[in-house]
């Protein structure tokens, strides 16, 4: 039997994200992996899109610089760098982890590793403190490395874990991504998308579950952008991976 905690976007919300693998009991007080996650019992799978914070508000929660300026390069590269730090932090947990942590490649982690496309969102946030030249700073070069290893989509048997979608051109952040509502619309009308693909189950993020973590009526699949609603999915499969897992989603 294997236990997977699938943990939605992160947008540089790490205090969640360290108290979602606190609950899951996946890292200690320390952040270190636990034993489960070390000898491979509980793995543990992100949804990608590690950094970009969602609102203003936790720009300045996590700078300290109130009110958070977008236009001022000393606020950009305060942002930047606690991100980096947290990041750092981040990476040791995963290197601990025995190959037990997967994190999956998202659209922001794109955007800050290759700039190909500068990303804002509704709140009118435009991420800028990864941009050099517009008054962000460039990833640190180990950072960038890991990075380039996050997986586009993850299979455990005929589970499907990825971004945005069960469609292979979901995993690519190009200009048809970006110009496609697909990306982000399939999941209320095209459920079928994930069984038609070949698996039981799928788990996604990218889409902000505004009222926490969303499971297909049918089973097909969840949507899980749901770290700020304090929401996570867990996942059990039995000694049959390519078995539908049970799954349940935890409030923490």
Known sequence: MIKVIAIGDVHADFWRLWAALRSAYAADEAGLPTPP?????????????????????????????????????????????????????????????????????????????????????????????????????????????????????????????????????????????YSDKESKRWWQHKGRFVTDAGFVFGVYGHTVMADGVFVDELGRFAMIDALDRKQYLELIFQDDVLEKPNYRVVSF
């Open 37 to 177: 996650v070390q000898d491979g019992r509980y793995q543990v799978v992100l949804m990608g899109d590690l950094i970009h914070p969602k609102t203003r508000g936790q720009y300045e929660l996590l700078t300290g610089r109130e009110p958070f300026d977008f236009d001022d390069g000393k606020h950009l590269m305060s942002a930047a760098r606690a991100q980096v730090r947290e990041l750092h932090k981040l990476k040791r947990y995963c290197d601990l982890a025995g190959g037990n942590v997967n994190i999956i490649f998202g659209n922001h982690d794109d955007a800050a590793l290759n700039h190909t496309h500068t990303l804002g969102n509704a709140h009118g946030i435009t991420h800028l403190e990864f941009e050099p030249g517009k008054g962000g700073m460039e990833l640190p070069e180990d950072l960038r490395e890991w990075f380039r290893t996050f997986a586009r989509d993850l299979r455990i048997g005929n589970t499907h874990f990825a971004h945005a979608g069960p469609l292979p051109s979901m995993s690519y952040f190009d200009d048809m991504f």
